[in-house]
């Protein structure tokens, strides 16, 4: 089967899902579904069956009265989650929380928690001139060590990028943690649930999120902020001076990749001299684009690896 089929069905299940979900304690009628599938996609609606069966096969739907009436399950199967994205609802694994809300599994003692400083990473470090850390990689004493050991290592040249993309997830962050990460990066990249979250943590209550912002590039002597806030945009915070950009309107089949995009175009468009506006306007169309594809990592079209460059 090829990409465009696969993406397809995904979608159709997906939009499947989330006609169930806006209405989980009671039953759908088959035809209901398929009517409503017909509006955008007519062979899904015609192939509605084996998305059905597929659904119920994982756990995900319960079907009654010869398969003509379907509800969602109370208790999904942990090896599944239903995660909404902007084209409806998608499969991973994890589970649901008591409102639907998606809860990520994240296991512990793997090995990404024990990352030594070796001299290979230490000679990488005294020629790097842009990296990227985050939050959750800390969780362990050892990458911890190894993550500042890193970032202290790097020369101190002009140009050069040290950024935070803070990774918030379950218990795995401290106030500590986050504080020294924010005294050690110079390029701090947050979402606003996010900074919600660490405004509360700070004692920043009671003003808006451009505040916030404007706080925390001065309290760490920040060269930029970058603050994400999904379909309402993006901001790109300096000292003085402020970037928004629009969130784009464009079909969506996976999200997957696309705040990692952003933040690799913004910052190859910094480190190619291209000023904080240009570079801003190019990730977010590099992450619009992501969007597009399924993957975590599409080829990009030419067109704006050109102006990566």
């Known amino acids: 089967m090829d990409k465009m089929a696969i993406a397809r069905r995904k979608c159709a299940r997906g939009a499947v899902l989330t006609l169930l979900f806006g209405n989980p304690r009671a039953a759908v009628m088959q035809r209901t579904l398929e009517y409503a599938l017909m509006q955008d996609d007519p062979q899904a609606a015609n192939e509605i069956g084996s998305h059905i069966y597929y659904l ?3 756990g995900y739907v319960k ?16 090896e599944a989650l239903v995660r909404l994205t902007a084209k409806g609802i ?6 649901l929380d008591d409102e639907g809300v998606p809860c990520y599994e994240i296991k512990e003692g793997v090995a990404w928690d024990n990352i030594p400083f070796t001299d290979e990473l230490k000679r990488l470090a005294l020629s790097t001139r842009a990296v990227c850390f985050g939050s959750l990689a800390q969780r362990n004493d050892v990458s ?19 950024i935070f993309d803070i990774n918030l997830r379950q218990d795995f962050y401290s106030k500590e943690v986050l504080r020294e990460s924010f005294r050690r990066c110079n390029v701090l990249k947050i979402n606003d649930e996010e900074l919600v979250t660490i405004s509360r943590m700070f004692g920043y209550p ?17 060269k930029m902020l970058i603050l994400t806030c999904g379909i309402n945009g993006s901001y790109v915070f300096t000292p003085g001076v402020v970037s928004f ?55 990009l079209p030419q067109v704006l690896k050109d102006r990566l460059m």
Not at 144 to 156: K, S, V
Request: glycine residues 6%; proline residues 7%.
């Open 56 to 58: 119920a096969d994982t």
């Open 63 to 78: 079907c009654y009265l010869g398969d003509e009436v379907l509800s969602l399950v109370q208790d999904p199967p942990r």
């Open 90 to 95: 998608d499969l991973m694994e994890g589970t």
């Open 144 to 162: 911890r060590a190894t993550i500042n050991r890193f970032l202290d290592t790097m020369p101190d040249i002009d140009g050069q990028l040290k």
């Open 206 to 222: 009671g003003i808006d999120l451009q505040d916030k912002c404007w706080i925390l590039l001065a309290k760490y002597n920040l």
């Open 245 to 299: 950009q629009e969130t784009p309107k464009v079909p969506v089949a996976d999200t997957v990749g696309a705040g990692d995009s952003f933040t690799a175009a913004f910052c190859a468009s910094i480190l190619n001299g291209k000023p904080v506006p240009e570079a801003h306007k190019l990730a977010v169309e590099v992450s619009a684009y992501v969007c597009t594809q399924s993957g975590a990592m599409p080829e």
